[in-house]
C-alpha cells in the first residue's frame, strides 16, 4: 500500500474561519458561560474503572485460536483493525494482561484464553500511521467453549461488551465477567497466571 497524499491547505480558508468566529461572538454579551477568564467547572470525582481483561475476536477461516497456539511463545500481531475504539482498546493494554480468544462469524463462542505480549505499535499491514496493533499468544484452551447465545442467556452477563457492542472486534471485559465466563468454559480462573 502506499501512503495517502496528505490534502493541500488554502492559505485563505484559515483567516476567514477565523474572522466567521470573530463575527459570531462580536455581538455576544458577556455571560457566567462565556465571559473572559471564566473557568470550566472541575471534572467530577467519578473514576472510570480500567478494565481488567480483554476479549480479542477472529473469524476462525481467517485466523483460529490454533492458529494462535501454532506461532508460540512468539505470538502473533492483532493487524488489520480498523475501527478507532477497538484501535484505543488496544492501545490501554499493558503486558501481561489477558484476553478472551473469540471465534466469530463461524462458532460464535469464546474457545481459549491468549496474553498481551508486545504493546501497542505500527500495524504492519498498512501504511495508515492511524492504526496500531499489539501482539498476542496463546495461553489455554477453554475446557468448554463458551457460546455466545449462553452468554446471553446469562443474566450475570447482560451488560458485556460482547452482548451490547457485538460488532466491536476488542473489548473490555471486566473482572466479573471474567470469571463468569471462565467458569462456564470449564476454567479456574485464579489458576490462570496474570
Known sequence: MTKAKPAKKSASKKP????????????KKPTAKNAPGKKKAAPTATTIARPAYWLFKSEPDVFSFDDLKKKGKKGEEWDGVRNYLARNNMRAMELGELGFFYHSNLGLEVVGICEVCKLVHPDSTTDDERWECVDVRAVCELPKPVKLTDVKANPKLEKMSLVTSMRLSVQPVLANEWEEVCRMGGLDPKKLRR
Open 16 to 27: 476567514a474561519a477565523k474572522n466567521a468566529v470573530a463575527k459570531k461572538s462580536a455581538g
